[in-house]
């Protein structure tokens, strides 16, 4: 079993009661999805360090504007704060030699890389298990690592393509259409941490680790829930609707109003009672093709005209006042209204900390509230900047530490631009 320790490093009383304490995870990973992932457990009081290769200028992300400077950047933030850097070649025998004592200590190593990268760098449980029988090691990887696959690049854009996501998205006679956020890259990093959070627990039953395989593929797959169960179960194709209505369910879309839009959802037949009550439309109670959930889909473009042509009459204030607390409604916000400082705050949903670059560094924090825990929030590590602190924790002193340099372990080359992003 390995020591839970974190070498080089006394955190502060409040980060010894957080939740994941004492959990350090080695992350050989880059740009969104395994960075959004690993964030969460950062947040929560693990040891995240994170394994940067110094030939190419370590993770990308470092250098995706706006708000660039150096090697720091805004979009960086996003997704590592809370966590260490170690700039390491682990293509140099040096490299892994460093790899190998870390993971002597460490509870997990993660990575999000292509599909043929781990078994290449070493970071399967083949290679690392006899070092550490306890160690989980966690790919995430944009297909999988087997089959023709493998050695395809995965990103957000592709894999919402290819999964089908985009022809469910949009208008019906629009183009397929991308989410405007990169929701298969996140939902494939919270999956990897799912993973890796089970494989640790039972490693710390059992004091044996293990293979977590996941990828955006089909994690993106997975997501497709009942459209796929329809589909597969009984070949119902399910449609795009305006105004980015439910499949089956009506009224459950966004609707215009005098000054805006709202959404609204009945899922349940009190809801739509409720809504033609408080609507005024008293008629559509007593119509009997609007009776019931399958009557409505099959008269939905009878009612939507009437619901629409209501809702259009009044702002979307009027309507929030008359069917909040009695129908599922929201305003649709922009995204300056959504991100107001206040709210964010009260709900205790905003990251704030000071950062050497960019001074003060806001955004939006974990969403898990865990009884007794308060995450602390620091910024995002500097290229490499916890080198010397974790190798001295690992126990090299000066001379061992410029040995691994001369052979390599802290790259040879460090890009001074941008470099070349590197897929999943």
Not at 57 to 67: A, K, L
Not at 296 to 313: I, Y
Not at 397 to 411: K, M, P, Q
């Amino acid at each position: 079993m390995p020591t839970f320790a974190t070498p080089g490093r006394t955190p502060p009383e409040t980060d010894r009661l957080a939740p994941l304490a004492g959990v350090r995870i080695i992350a050989v990973e880059q740009y969104g999805a395994g960075p959004f992932g690993t964030l969460y457990l950062a947040d929560l009081g693990a040891d995240v360090i994170k394994i940067e290769d110094p030939t190419v200028g370590g993770d990308v992300s470092r250098y995706i504007p706006p708000g660039t400077s150096g090697t720091d950047s805004l979009f960086f933030e996003s997704f590592n704060r809370n966590k260490r850097s170690l700039s390491l070649d682990l293509k140099s025998a040096a490299g892994r030699d460093v790899l190998h004592r870390l993971v002597k200590g460490s509870d997990a190593v993660f990575s999000n890389l292509r599909g043929d990268q781990p078994a290449r760098l070493g970071l399967t449980y083949a290679d690392l298990g006899p070092i550490n029988p306890a160690i989980v090691c966690v790919a995430l990887t944009g297909y999988g690592q087997e089959g023709d696959d493998a050695r395809l690049p995965g990103y957000d854009a592709l894999i919402q393509a290819q999964a089908g996501w985009a022809s469910l998205t949009g208008a019906p006679d629009g183009p397929p259409t991308k989410s405007g956020l990169s929701l298969a890259d996140y939902i494939a990093g919270l999956t990897a941490m799912l993973g890796l959070m089970v494989a640790l627990f039972d490693a710390r039953r059992t004091g044996v680790g293990r293979d977590v395989d996941t990828n955006l593929y089909d994690s993106a797959l997975a997501m497709l829930s009942y459209p796929a169960t329809w589909f597969l179960s009984s070949g119902f194709v399910t449609q795009r609707h305006e105004m980015s209505a439910h499949p089956s369910v009506i009224p459950f879309q966004f609707f215009a109003t005098s000054d805006g839009h709202v959404a609204v959802a009945c899922p349940k037949e009190k809801f739509f009672r409720a809504l033609i009550e408080r609507m005024d439309l008293p008629d559509l109670a007593a119509d009997a093709r609007f009776a019931d959930f399958e009557s409505r889909g099959q008269h939905r473009p009878e009612l939507l005209a009437r619901l629409s042509e209501r809702f259009a009459q009044d702002s979307t204030g009027t309507w929030l006042d008359r069917l909040r607390g009695h129908v599922p409604i929201a305003p649709v916000r922009s995204l300056e209204e959504a991100l107001d400082i206040v709210e964010l705050r009260g709900r205790g949903m905003l990251a704030e900390y000071d950062h050497p670059t960019f001074g003060s560094v806001r955004s939006v924090g974990l969403p898990l509230h865990l009884g007794g825990h308060q995450p602390i929030y620091r910024a995002g590590p500097g290229l490499g900047s916890d080198g010397d602190e974790i190798l001295a924790g690992l126990g090299y002193d000066a001379e061992a530490v410029a040995t691994l340099r001369n052979g390599g372990a802290f790259g040879r080359t460090i890009q001074a631009g941008p470099p070349a992003l590197e897929p999943s």
